[in-house]
Nanobody
Framework: VQLVESGGDSVQTGGSLRLSCVVSGDRGTSNCLGWFRQVPGKAREWVAG???????YYSNSVKGRFTVYQDNAKNTLYLQMDSLGPEDTATYSC??????????????????WGQGTQVTVSS
């Protein structure tokens, strides 16, 4: 299984970006697809994604600004990011994990990760 992200870039505050994650191979039971982000020195943060039933989940920090969607015909997961701010600067990674945790409010478990794509938002 491979997950390959693209679309990261440098933008100014208020700008938009769309990230893509192409998923190839048999994910087996890794049916929770989502986006995470990480800043050096900080813990990885859940951004948005889908559980196995297709229900979408967003972190409070991006709700109303980011939209996650997928194109099953292209095996691609997308993250449309609008109204970007410097706080959104991070390396964004997509993942296919085992399940969505209501307790942790994120995809959890074992699975697969992409290599990440850098998003930089300048003020």
């Amino acid at each position: 299984v491979q997950l390959v992200e693209s679309g990261g870039d440098s933008v100014q505050t208020g700008g938009s970006l769309r990230l893509s994650c192409v998923v190839s191979g048999d994910r087996g039971t890794s049916n929770c697809l989502g986006w995470f982000r990480q800043v050096p020195g900080k813990a990885r943060e859940w951004v948005a994604g889908f559980d196995k039933d297709g229900t979408t989940y967003y972190s409070n920090s991006v709700k109303g600004r980011f939209t996650v969607y997928q194109d099953n015909a292209k095996n691609t997961l997308y993250l449309q990011m609008d109204s970007l701010g410097p706080e959104d600067t991070a390396t964004y990674s997509c993942a296919a994990l085992t399940y969505y945790s209501d307790l942790q409010q994120r995809c959890e478990g074992f699975g697969y990760w992409g290599q990440g794509t850098q998003v930089t938002v300048s003020s």
